[in-house]
């Protein structure tokens, strides 16, 4: 199967095996993953993961959305990805809007920011009620909505790394850093209509419902 898929990849310009599309998102992204530490390693790994649970290679909105996880989970503190059995753990995340909001409140300013995305994001599925409908208006939101998200969760991950916080509060940010990277990739699916209107509309709801119940 890998010496199929090595073939597949090299005569083929729209299907990526882990080496290949190592080389693409370096191209494409040069200035976005600048200074990321195990960048390489860890999106090898991703790569190889993917393309077993898909069994078939990549494409290029497989290899944006691993990008997006591969800087996120480069910058965490103290851990290993070396092993499958490490990166197959953060596969298996349950969906973030069935976990509960931890004890340990964050920063009222982050929640307030997050929750502003949160709702820009439910405006387009409470305004328009088909896929072409307002498509560009509701194309526009929902990706600046996405980009907002990310650099939060990119400060969320820097604040995790500080020696000064709790356990608790890095649990926390642990827990929140999952829940809103879930809700970034779900975004990038609906762009690309890999996700029904319908169970996006579903998803924002539980994420809002759950949301609204954290306690300042």
Known sequence: MALSHWFESTFSA???NPGKALRHTRKENSDLIRNTPHFDKIFLELAKIEIEKKNRLLYVDDIDRLTQKTRIM??????????????NSQETIKDSDSEAYSTAALNPELYSRLSKQLQNVKFTIDTFTSEDHGHHIRTIRLRNAQETIVKIIDEMTSESQSKKITPEMERTLRTEINRWTNFAETIHKRLY??????????????LDHSFRRIKH
Request: aromatic share 12%.
């Open 193 to 206: 209509r890999k996700v029904s209107q319908l169970d996006f509309k579903d998803y924002v709801e539980k």
């Open 14 to 16: 729209d299907k990526f």
């Open 74 to 87: 480069s910058r965490h503190k103290n851990r290993d990805f070396t092993t499958k059995a490490e990166l």
